[in-house]
């Protein structure tokens, strides 16, 4: 042994021995238990670094493979198993100190560009992962702090190279095209890392150190993705060696000089999306990401801003009171400046590539902000007000880094006054950087609350709101209005302090409302959001009038260009009404007197100086026309401006003060003089009266243009005249509409104010006189209709002036409501006459004839409106006052509605491509609002004239269809084509009788006399699909029978082509699909009142056999696809529907019943059901059973009504069931064909065979039922009981098997519990009998086996949520059999299954499924009808049972992932208990658990669908016990109002305001959730008894979370109508208490909640109605 040692350390250390021989050597004595060199681990570890150390210091040579070698052996004995186990028994082995240095440097090298280091990088991470993963061997670095900060440094350095590598290229020559608003990203895919091998997993030691094993064969992804393992690895180590350091002072330095600059790259090229392919390259897990991105944050965090430099930052950046916050320069020698030190690292260039510059620092210096808000600035006490101003001067340091120049601001100490840039010379996109950066650093400014305004104004000189005011004239001098972050900074700096923006308000309205340019999607956003914030906060202060004030004179300004946006867009018109609303009335009048002035001022004078300068110069002027056109734009905008303010105001009511009401009457009469002065602006030629005022000129869509953007093309003189006398006219109009809605209201609503009168507006005409012994609403509509009032080249037309055209017929109708309102008018002669004028003026004919094809939308705004978007708004206007002028329209003006009705719903039928935006209308979309509305049914007229429409057009696709032969109903429809439209009847065009005789000689002879084109049955199927949504009971008996004669004449007699279906087979699912829907609507029509019109043309037996006979002259034609088709089982379906309601239909008219129904059953008995292999066969056999199934069921569901009636139906039933167990038996035998044996129930599938045998058993049970109460002596005998048992078993035996369609497992549970109730029924009989032993036993056997096969059922893994929702009805309703008649014993068994389930080991072990089938047989139990002695063990083990689902629920709570899957349906079960259980339920302490266990019910950080189900079910079970348990709310109410403030705080939470989100799906879930809370409050206040003493304590709770955020609108209305209700429990104490006790920002938000309190809920409790107009 000692030559063996000596030798191998001999030649280890000889310079003879080759390398390789050596290399060779040290694994040999690594691996090889008989080398016993003392200390062997060591001296190996110690050779092989002096190897590398030698070579790399150029003092030996040897070649590349040993070099790799070298790397190669230290990296496999440090992840050997041997130098770990060693390790662990706590031998000391260590490497030698330059070993450190020599990874360095080859880090170094790796780090390089283009580098070609000789050794391959994954083995160099290996040995640093090696090294590391031992606290020993890592001390090699963890003890000089100054390696560590190297070794991060390095690789920091090496992951930024491996990250930009792919882009370094496109760096140099091109810039970025990321859009800057998504820069700061999280990576958005999961990486998959499966080919990531682990690094620690090691071979045994054997074949550990293989001296095949060669570094080549190392992966380049593996390199890649252990680099960044490897770095987080340097992190943590890092991290723990930077805690332990003693002199912060020193780690300040050493982050500042050699880490900052690598690690906020690597941050930045981590989280920017524009370099994700990089991630996915690199196979970097989200996660991985994530984890360096906190310890990056915690690096920074920790070493920049630890407690103890407090002093050094406060000296630099806090002003001296000896020089008044002048700093000495950056360069002059002192302390340590690290707030200098810092900025001048990140402003400093190379570390990274000139392009990702900006962007690096722009994203960092709101991270430093950030991390230093939460050092410093968290800290309360007598220094909270310095470290407010600490973090504040902090601030105004990072303004100036990114390049922003602030003129004239006084608060940045000189130390930052090193100049910059200014970011003008910037980039566009450095631009979008610089102001994301901004509202970064304002927002955090704003949530860390650190601008005191009183503060700031009394202690410091407004240093704070002199930097503020500096950075919004920045903005403003700079405005980037393109950018979005450009109008959040804006907004931000609004909620600091309005007096910020104060000085530019002018300018901010100018910029960011008025004159903003067209925007896309989210900057439009972000301006309405500005603008709406704007409007809030002046209305909080009560300074609107200041505000409308400033806007009146910006948009009295000359404009920027031609074109200006929409001064009130949706968002901002919503905004300023609930602005508006929260206004004291007196200002809004001041705001209306406002807009007046400025028109008055302003507008008029340009308007009207043609006339004051008409005698002196030529008339079309160009310079002239151009003032009054842009003074005509500016009116518009005022009187639009004006028209909502109106509109939105709190109306008059006799409790308004007498100053107020003259006020408004003041203002009343100044727009009445106002109308008066622009009217006569116009031309004074007037248009004289035409017998038809309402032709319209025809233009081809390409002459239609949109009038508002007329301004930005070049027009003659002529055409700019005509374009301000049309704004003009339209703003006179809309001022006159806007001042007739709100003088009516006043005056309804108000006595003491007195009403104008309207004619006093009009421009009178020279023919007035003959109209001065009529009323004056006659004279005015006159006006109107005869074009009085608007001069002739103005006369408005769609094409024209569609805006005026619309006012027209809206003043139209205002004046129709006054003639109808008043009883006196109604009686004159004339009055009719004038009535129809007006409303065939509205309806307007010839307009809705021209209505386009294509699909505009529509705004709702009046000053939208154009030539494209009019026949919306036009729609709109007909369709909402239809129950106003139907009554006064001719049939030709009600045929033309309905033709347009029908028109516009087959177009949405077939134009669905386009997506419309949220809360627009369209011509479509209005129809179909008016077709499913109760209103329309109410319109006999009109609805009458749809059907025709309708009737008409499913004619005219017959008439055009192809027919083989003579059809005497198509002859029919051919011969009265010319007189169809004259007679205005549905009953003259179709002959009924005709169509019967072609009905039944159809179904008799089999023949189709009608053949069909796709394209016809398209259009058939739209119209069929219409008629689905009309309701049947608004229909005449003429027309009930007419439509459904015929849709019953194109089921019989009708097909598509078979030439057509052979060559190019349908593509919207041929014959199957459309006669499936025509049998629905069949179906639903003959529900209607008049559906006998039908029965005493055709009986309803005929109709049975003529719609069964059809069907299967259709399938054995072949026309229909497999019966594995969905349009097929759909049809199938549509058939049993049809039969159901019909045959329920002649039961229930009780009129020649036996003669139908034999009618019908004959036919049924008669068909054969034969099984063949042909496709054909199989369908008709299919639709025989179906046809008998529904049938039976028909039948079975009416028994029990009379005896007469009971006794045809058993007659019926025993024939059928006679036809259906044959057919049944043959369907289940197997069938050779071709020696192939085939399964005909398999092809007709399992759940029909079930459904079927069901009907079966149900059928013959319900027959012998009935005859043994008639008779008394028949013994209970099925007749095909062996194959019911069969059934039986065999759906015991599949039932849990394997996944199952859902459709089968009903049909199986519905069999399984008519089954049970068979065998009940007989055991019952033969227990009479004395035969019970044996029954008994088979009865038991099977209760237990159906028990334990629905309990394993519903663990089944496959069973989503969904389809468990859908299972539980028929899961309860075989319960309910299991238990109705249950005995002790069996019920015992079901209690006794549900202790074992609520175990909550099973929870714990993941088994949840298995407690969830227990969970969900607990809440149908609870809702099922128990005997005596069975209700009472339950309910007196439900105690116990309670308390063990709210273990289980607290359990499951502390798992997120399990709400939606188990925690609810637990809740929804104790809701079910406790429902049931009131009165039974006596203890009050159980109630009170379940209200614990309501308080650990995660509602935070979810979707909306899981939020919706856990905030259900948290209310219905609150909801349970306030309403079932009042008694438990005497002593339990605080915990029941504990758990409700959860759910009125997370509801806060949920439904604040975010921005972008507040649409969609997720925003009508929190709305719904509202609602109930609003409910709960209202049934809360009902129960004063309890919670009367703490009601001041719920509007505290309230207000507390109200101060917190801004809700959305919607979700606000609803909980404040919920704490008015709760308001109306508190004594005057209560208010006082609240208003002296709450804190200062939340007594606040409690005084706004009870002033609006006050003045809209009490006043409205004491029987005072408010309105808003």
């Known amino acids: 042994m000692a030559a063996i040692y000596s030798g191998i350390h001999l030649k280890l250390k000889s310079p003879q021995t080759p390398w390789e021989d050596k290399l060779k050597l040290a694994r040999f004595a690594w691996i090889s238990s008989q080398c016993l060199l003392p200390n062997k681990e060591q001296v190996l570890l110690d050779w092989c670094a002096h190897a590398l150390t030698v070579w790399y210091n150029k003092k030996v040579e040897f070649s590349q493979e040993v070099l790799e070698g070298l790397w190669c052996y230290l990296d496999d004995v440090l992840h050997s198993k041997k130098l770990l186990s060693l390790l662990k028994q706590g031998k000391t082995i260590s490497l030698r100190i330059n070993m450190a240095q020599l990874l360095l440097d080859r880090l170094q090298e790796c780090a390089q560009v283009d580098s070609k280091s000789p050794v391959c990088l994954s083995t160099i991470l290996s040995v640093c992962r090696g090294i590391l993963s031992s606290p020993t061997l890592s001390s090699v670095f963890t003890t000089k702090y100054e390696l560590m900060v190297d070794l991060l440094a390095k690789f920091c350095l090496l992951a930024c190279r491996e990250l930009q590598q792919p882009f370094l290229t496109k760096y140099q020559t091109v810039e970025s095209d990321s859009s800057p608003d998504e820069l700061i990203t999280e990576p958005v895919t999961e990486l998959d890392t499966s080919q990531n091998e682990p690094l620690t997993a090691s071979l045994p030691d054997q074949t550990d150190l293989d001296a095949d094993k060669s570094p080549s064969k190392q992966k380049g992804n593996l390199r890649l993705a252990n680099l960044f393992e490897v770095l987080l690895q340097v992190m943590s180590s890092y991290l723990s060696v930077q805690r332990q350091q003693g002199n912060p002072n020193r780690v300040f330095t050493m982050v500042t000089n050699q880490l900052i600059q690598p690690l906020v790259l690597l941050r930045h090229l981590l989280t920017s999306g524009e370099f994700a392919a990089s991630h996915t390259k690199l196979h970097l897990r989200q996660q991985l990401c994530r984890d360096i991105r906190i310890k990056i944050d915690s690096i920074v965090q920790l070493g920049l801003f630890p407690s103890e430099q407090l002093t050094l930052y406060k000296e630099e950046l806090l002003p001296s009171k000896e020089d008044s916050g002048k700093r000495s320069s950056e360069g002059a020698k002192g302390p340590l400046k690290p707030v200098s030190a810092v900025l001048c690292k990140l402003s400093a260039q190379g570390y990274c590539e000139p392009s990702l510059h900006y962007s690096v620092k722009s994203n960092t210096l709101p991270l430093l902000f950030k991390f230093f808000l939460e050092r410093y600035g968290k800290l309360k006490g007598e220094v909270e007000e310095e470290q407010r101003m600490l973090c504040f001067y902090f601030l105004i340091r990072l303004v100036p880094a990114l390049d922003l120049h602030l003129d ?323 703003a006179a109009l809309l001022l006159k509409y806007t001042w007739m809605e709100v003088d009516t209201l006043f005056s309804i609503h108000c006595s003491k104010y007195s009403s104008l009168d309207p004619t006093q507006t009009s421009v009178l005409s020279d023919t007035e006189e003959r109209f001065s012994s009529s009323s004056p609403q006659i004279t005015n509509i006159e006006n109107l209709l005869s074009g009085e009032i608007l001069p002739a080249r103005l006369h408005a037309s769609p094409s024209h002036s569609p805006m005026s055209c619309l006012l027209l017929k809206i003043l139209t109708l205002q004046q129709m409501k006054k003639i109808l309102s008043n009883s006196l008018l109604q009686c004159e002669s004339s009055t009719a006459a004038i009535l129809n004028r007006a409303a065939q003026f509205i309806v307007a004919k010839s307009e809705l004839e021209m209505m386009p094809d294509g699909e505009e939308a529509w705004d709702r705004q009046i000053s939208s409106l154009n030539t494209s978007n009019y026949f919306v708004a036009h729609w709109y206007l007909v369709t909402s006052n239809l129950p106003l002028i139907v009554p006064h329209l001719s049939g030709e003006d009600l045929g033309c509605i309905a033709n347009a009705l029908m028109s516009s719903l087959l177009l949405s039928q077939t134009d669905r491509s386009r997506d419309q935006l949220p809360g627009c209308l369209t011509v479509s979309l209005i129809s179909s609002q008016l077709l499913q509305s109760k209103v329309f049914a109410e319109m006999p007229s009109l609805f009458s004239a749809s059907v025709w429409s309708l009737t008409q057009r499913i004619i005219g696709v017959l008439k055009a269809a192809h027919a083989p032969k003579v059809c005497p109903t198509l002859l029919t429809f051919q011969k009265k084509e ?486 609810v349906p637990t809740v929804t079960s104790l809701t079910s208990l406790l429902h049931q259980g009131e009165g039974l339920i006596t203890n009050p302490h159980h109630v009170v658990l379940v209200l614990g266990a309501l308080q650990s019910v995660p509602l935070d950080h979810m979707t909306p669908l899981v939020y919706q189900s856990a905030f259900l079910a948290v209310h219905e079970a609150l909801f349970a016990i306030i309403m079932c348990h009042p008694q438990v709310m005497l002593k339990a109410a605080p915990t029941f109002l504990n758990v409700f403030y959860r759910l009125v705080a997370s509801i806060m939470q949920e439904g604040r305001q975010k921005g972008d989100s507040d649409t969609g799906a997720g925003s009508d879930v929190y709305l719904q959730c509202s609602r109930l809370v609003e409910r709960m409050y209202s049934h809360i206040a009902a129960t004063p008894e309890s919670f009367s003493t703490l009601s001041a304590f719920m509007v505290a709770q309230y207000v507390t979370e109200l101060q917190k955020v801004t809700l959305q609108p919607d979700v606000k209305l609803h909980l404040t109508e919920g704490i008015y209700s709760i308001l109306d429990l508190c004594m005057e104490q209560d208010i006082k208490f609240l208003g002296a006790g709450l804190q200062m920002g939340v007594r606040e938000v409690f005084n706004e909640l009870y002033s609006s309190y006050t003045h809209y809920h009490k006043a409205q409790r004491q029987g005072e109605d408010k309105y808003t107009v």
């Open 978 to 1463: 010319t007189g169809a439209l004259s007679s205005g009847g549905g009953a003259g065009q179709v002959n009924k009788e005709t169509i019967v005789e072609d009905i039944l000689s159809s179904t008799k002879t089999g023949e189709i006399p009608v053949m069909l084109t796709e394209t016809q049955t398209k259009e058939l199927v739209n119209l069929v699909q219409i008629l689905t949504n009309l309701n049947p009971d608004g229909m005449s008996s003429d027309d009930l029978s007419s439509i459904f004669l015929l849709l019953f004449f194109v089921l019989t007699s009708t097909s598509s082509q078979p030439d057509q279906m052979a060559v190019d087979p349908p593509k919207s699912g041929g014959d199957a699909l459309f006669k499936g829907k025509l049998l629905r609507v069949l179906s639903n029509l003959s529900e209607g009142r008049h559906f006998q019109s039908v029965l005493k043309l055709i009986h309803g037996g005929s109709l049975l056999q003529a719609a069964v006979s059809s069907l299967l002259w259709f399938c054995r034609s072949a026309r229909f696809q497999a019966s594995c088709c969905p349009d097929w089982l759909d049809l199938i379906k549509a058939t049993q529907g049809f039969i159901k309601s019909l045959v329920q239909l002649i039961i229930n008219r009780n009129s020649s019943v036996r003669l139908n129904l034999d009618q019908f059953a004959s036919y049924l008995t008669s068909k054969q059901i034969v099984v063949s292999s042909s496709g054909a066969s199989m369908l008709s056999v299919h639709l025989l059973l179906a046809s008998l199934t529904s049938f039976s069921q028909a039948m079975t569901s009416n028994l029990g009504k009379s005896q007469q009636m009971d006794q045809t139906l058993t007659q019926m039933l025993t024939r059928t069931t006679a036809s259906l167990g044959p057919a049944v038996e043959s369907v289940l035998k197997p069938q050779t064909v071709d020696q192939a044996v085939i399964q005909p129930a398999s092809i007709l599938g399992q759940a029909f065979v079930v459904e079927v045998v069901t009907a079966m058993l149900r059928c013959e049970l319900s027959s012998l039922s009935v005859e043994d109460e008639n008779k008394q002596t028949n013994k209970l005998v099925l007749t095909y009981m062996s194959l019911y048992q069969s059934f039986c078993q065999q759906i015991l035996k599949e039932i849990n098997s394997a996944p199952r369609p859902t459709d089968f497992l009903v049909s199986s549970l519905q069999f399984l519990s008519a089954f049970y109730k068979a065998m009940e029924t007989i055991g019952a009989e033969r227990e009479q009998e004395g035969e019970v032993k044996r029954d008994g036993k088979d009865l038991d056997e099977l209760y237990i086996q159906l028990l334990r096969n629905v309990h394993m059922l519903l663990t089944a893994p496959w069973l989503s949520s969904t389809d468990l929702s859908e299972l539980e009805p028929i899961v309860q309703e075989l319960l309910r059999h299991l238990v109705e008649k249950s005995t002790t014993s069996q019920f015992n068994l079901l209690l006794m299954m549900i202790r074992d389930g609520l175990d909550v080991s099973k929870l714990r072990a993941g088994n949840y499924r298995e407690v969830l089938s227990t969970v969900v047989i607990i809440k149908l139990l609870s809702c099922c009808q128990l005997p005596e002695t069975c209700s009472k063990a339950l309910w007196l083990i439900a105690p116990q049972i309670i308390s063990a689902m709210v273990f289980l629920v607290r359990s499951s709570s502390q798992d997120v992932s399990l709400t939606l899957p188990f925690t």
């Open 408 to 730: 004239g601001c006084s608060g940045s100490p000189a130390s930052s006054g090193q100049k910059s840039p200014l970011l003008s010379s910037s980039s566009p996109e450095s631009w979008s950087l610089a102001l994301l950066a901004v509202e970064s650093l304002l927002s955090q400014a704003m949530s860390a609350d650190i601008y005191n305004v009183a503060a700031d104004r009394i202690r410091h000189g407004e240093v704070q709101l002199n930097f503020y005011r500096a950075l919004g004239q920045m903005l403003f001098n700079e405005a980037q209005p393109s950018i979005p972050s450009w109008y959040r900074c804006l907004k931000v700096l609004l909620s600091l302090n309005h007096l910020i923006l104060e000085p530019d308000l002018d300018q901010l309205l100018s910029s960011a409302w008025v004159n903003a340019e067209c925007m896309d999607a989210r900057v439009q956003r972000a301006r309405q959001l500005m603008v709406c914030s704007l409007l809030q906060t002046y209305t909080k202060l009560r300074q609107l009038p200041h505000l409308f004030s400033k806007l009146l004179s910006v948009i009295c300004e000359p404009a920027l260009d031609d074109l200006r946006p929409p001064l009130l867009p949706e968002g901002i018109s919503n905004s300023l009404r609930t602005s508006l609303l929260d206004t004291p009335p007196s200002q809004s009048i001041t705001i209306c007197s406002l807009v007046l002035e400025s028109i008055r001022s302003c507008v008029l004078p340009d308007l009207v100086k043609e006339g004051n300068e008409a005698e002196k110069m030529e008339i079309g002027d160009g310079q002239t026309d151009q003032e009054r056109e842009d003074a005509s734009l500016k009116l518009f905008s005022l009187i639009q401006l004006l028209h909502t303010v109106l509109f939105s105001l709190k109306t008059l009511d006799n409790a308004s003060p007498v100053p107020l009401v003259k006020q408004s009457q003041d203002l009343m009469k100044e727009i009445q003089q106002l109308i008066k002065e622009l009217l006569h602006v116009l031309p004074t030629e007037k248009k004289p009266v035409e017998g038809n005022t309402r032709q319209l000129q025809k233009t081809t869509k390409k002459g239609k243009k949109n009038l508002e953007r007329k301004g930005s093309a070049k027009v003659s003189g002529s055409e700019t005249g005509a374009l301000w006398q049309q704004k003009t006219q339209e």
